[in-house]
């Protein structure tokens, strides 16, 4: 499957608006024009829902009170979340929260509009009998009948109605022309003057057509930890789960390998680091490395399992002496090596005397470190 760049709210909702979708007037805070002023709601940008309950969401009654605000938000953390952006907008009068999403259905293999009364609350959490579906064959394209059929059976009828089905044609129509795979409004307000406006939305284009959208950005999206990894010039993906293994891997294959072995085990992981030639910048880069994973992912166990066939390992072993000495709550128990390749008895003599496991055979060492991770669990 390709891969997905997920859209801030406010890059969402520009491209929305770009779509002929109406969107609340609205600047980061940065660029805060002098007009935008009154009752208004600040918003901090991250890419995770739910923002509402986590504290993400503030009413301020005017602009001085809603910029003292995005100063408190921004930079700190929500969830697993650091605030880069805080985005403010002037506050709707909402009478009524729908939801309205356009996705491309994998299993379908087509595009849906989903639709529910039931919005303002996470997709997921819906009853699946209180969301309409209405797929569309993008040979026939999308038909009058099934905005239609949506609008009916949400409850509006005239005008309403009406705008509704123009909105719904209007997101499809985005889905399509972006290349999206995902434009999701929710909640998709009624206000209380009779307008619906998206009062927030989430884009996930296809990043394989970029190329038709010349411009568009290709900024990289992740967890804390994740963007931290990429600072460090290494690949490190999060499973979400904390408490686990960690697993420090060269090469996409070792790390695949790896993974898959950890799991096919019963072990539990809590993240992966593709150190993606790091070794170049010596050990210092190498306890840096061990330094976020411990900090961001708190696991049981690191697995460092490397295979070199022409670089020398005593850059790795170096490094993890350097973390033992730097971080005392990496204990030895805490570790498993797994070290094969160039110089492999030098970086073996690094490590001797700190109590570290070291293997030399795959098998053993995955099977080491899920045996070290239950344990240390107790
Ligand atoms: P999310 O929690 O990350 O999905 O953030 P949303 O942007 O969807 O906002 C969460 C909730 O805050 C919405 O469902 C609304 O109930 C409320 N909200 C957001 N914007 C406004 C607004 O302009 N006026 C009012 N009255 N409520 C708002
Ligand atoms: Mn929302």
Same mark, same amino acid.
Not at 239 to 242: N, P, W
Not at 275 to 278: E, P, S, Y
Not at 328 to 333: F, Q, S, V, Y
């Given at each position: 499957m390709s891969s997905l760049i997920k859209l801030f709210e406010f890059e969402g909702k520009a491209l929305l608006a770009g779509c002929g979708l109406p969107i609340p007037a609205g600047a980061l805070s940065t660029e805060m024009p002098d007009a935008l002023d009154g009752a208004l709601v600040v918003k901090a940008q991250v890419l995770a829902g739910g923002r509402g309950k986590a504290g993400g969401i503030r009413f301020a009654r005017d602009r001085g009170e809603a910029l003292a605000m995005a100063g408190e938000i921004q930079g700190s953390l929500l969830g697993e979340n650091v605030v880069e952006a805080v985005y403010i907008e002037e506050r709707l009068d909402i009478a009524r929260e729908f939801y309205l999403a356009a996705l491309v259905d994998r299993d379908l293999g087509m595009p849906v509009l989903l639709a529910s009364a039931e919005g303002g609350v996470e997709i997921e959490s819906v009853a699946p009998e209180k969301i309409l579906r209405q797929p569309v064959d993008p040979l026939i394209g999308l038909q009058p009948f099934m905005v239609e059929r949506l609008a009916r059976g949400l409850g509006l009828s005239g005008e309403p109605a009406k705008e509704f089905s123009a909105i719904a044609g209007r997101l499809y129509e985005a889905l399509v022309s972006q290349d999206a795979e995902l434009v999701e409004i929710n909640p998709l307000a009624l206000t209380v003057d009779g307008r619906f406006v998206a009062a927030d939305a989430k884009v996930a284009l296809d990043e394989d057509a970029a190329f038709r959208h010349p411009g568009r950005r290709a900024k990289p999206a992740g967890t804390a930890f994740e963007l931290e990894a990429r600072d460090l010039d290494v690949i490190g993906v999060e499973?979400?789960?904390?408490g686990g293994i960690v697993a420090v891997m060269n090469g996409a294959g070792l790390t695949m390998a790896t993974l898959d072995e950890v799991l096919a085990l019963g072990g539990r992981m809590s993240g992966v680091i593709e !150190?993606?030639?790091?070794m170049m910048n010596g050990p210092e880069r190498i306890c840096d490395i061990i330094e976020i994973a411990l900090r961001?992912?708190?696991?049981v166990t690191i697995l460092v399992n490397i295979h070199f066939q022409f670089r020398s390992l005593v850059t790795i072993a170096e490094g993890v002496a350097l973390a033992m000495k730097r971080f005392?709550? !990496?204990?030895?128990?805490r570790l498993v090596l797994r070290l094969r390749g160039e110089e492999e008895e030098e970086a073996r003599a690094i490590l001797a005397g700190s109590g570290v496991t070291i293997f030399r055979d795959f098998g053993p060492a995955c099977a080491g470190a899920v045996e070290r991770a239950a344990a240390n669990r107790g």
């Open positions: 499973t979400g789960e904390k !150190l993606h030639g790091a961001r992912l708190e696991p005392p709550e !990496l204990t030895a128990d």
